[in-house]
């Protein structure tokens, strides 16, 4: 009797192991419905003798950076979109690169102007981003954009914190009255999600490297967004049972001599707290560059002022 009460704990605690194990949010999976919906935008579009442009802009030869930006074009393509891309060498003059870019928003045949940052330190990146027209500004970087979704107004939302909030609604499409915490306060990411989940009715709080009692903070978070840059910073003890947690870090650290890409989250233990989590690689990273060939398509529509069948950004 004794043996088979200890067979049964054992069976028990196993099973709730399991159970408290977080689903993963594939980012490669919704990715793939996102650029399906993309694909058949471009086909309506099509239909009407339009056809969507995306430029790319890369200043350098960073190989991370290079990589990126032609994925970005071979994704473009896959859905249809036309891509093209400009390079630079790395001592190029902040004239020639106003110069290209304003020429990018002449040309009608261009609906979406991407310059891939950081870019060197002679040139001006606000300058640079400020420059690009405010509708082809698929980055969602420009200070009108960034003033627009500020007061919650119609404008090109970053590809980064849209592709979050996809997520969270794929998983959660009841986001109202929940606490969300974002670690990191980016204009990239930090700043701009926060405003997506005030619009969605979160109570939010930034958290960042001045702030007392980052993990106290956190732990009382139904939805956690790790934007920070410290590989493996939030553990499972920062984590409140059930919370949702999304990873935006991408780091390369050194395991067992080899390298490896994690996130700010340390997965394999928040897996264990967290009632969903997205994975480092193959989570926000897809949604990502899915969310910047929509934010195209949706900028091409606005600008030729036709009202797409599907509510893209609706999608989950």
């Known amino acids: 009797m004794f043996g088979k009460q200890l067979i049964d704990s054992d069976y028990i605690k196993c099973l709730n192991n399991l159970i408290m ?16 919906q993309v694909s058949s935008a471009v086909t309506e579009l099509s239909h009407k003798n339009i056809f969507p442009g995306l430029a790319t802009i890369i200043v350098g030869d960073d190989p991370a950076s290079s990589i990126y930006v032609k994925n970005k074009g071979k994704s473009a393509k896959e859905v249809g979109i036309k891509s093209f891309q400009y390079a630079f060498p790395e001592n190029v003059l902040e004239k020639d690169l106003l110069k290209l870019i304003n020429e990018l928003n002449l040309n009608n045949v261009v609906d979406g102007i991407l310059v891939q940052l950081p870019l ?7 300058l640079v981003i400020d420059s690009i027209d405010p509708s082809k500004d698929v980055d969602g970087f420009n200070v009108l954009n960034a003033g627009r ?21 794929s998983v959660n499409k009841e986001l109202r009255g929940k ?17 997506l ?18 993990q106290e903070i956190v732990k009382e978070a139904d939805i956690v967004i790790a934007a920070v840059g410290i590989a493996n910073l939030v553990k499972s003890n920062w984590i409140k049972k059930d919370a949702i947690a999304i990873d935006v870090g991408i780091n390369r650290i050194k395991l067992e001599g080899k390298n490896k890409l994690v996130g ?24 990502t560059i899915a969310c910047l060939l929509m934010n195209t398509v949706l900028q091409c529509s606005k600008r030729n002022n036709i009202v ?7 999608l989950f």
């Open 21 to 36: 194990s977080a689903k993963i949010i594939d980012g490669k999976l919704l990715a793939t419905k996102v650029k399906d």
């Open 120 to 126: 060197p330190s002679h040139i001006n990146s606000d």
């Open 149 to 169: 979704i500020f007061i919650g107004r119609d404008g090109v939302i970053p590809c980064t914190p849209l592709g979050c909030l996809l997520m969270l609604r």
């Open 179 to 195: 606490n969300a915490v974002i670690i990191g306060r980016s204009n990239i990411v930090g700043k701009p999600m926060a405003q």
């Open 197 to 214: 989940l005030l619009n969605e009715d979160c109570t939010v709080t930034i958290v960042h490297s001045k702030t007392n009692n980052i």
């Open 264 to 287: 700010d989250i340390d997965f394999n233990e928040v897996k264990e707290i967290a009632s969903f989590i997205s994975p480092v690689p193959g989570g926000v990273g897809p949604m």
């Open 308 to 314: 797409l069948t599907d509510n893209l950004i609706n």
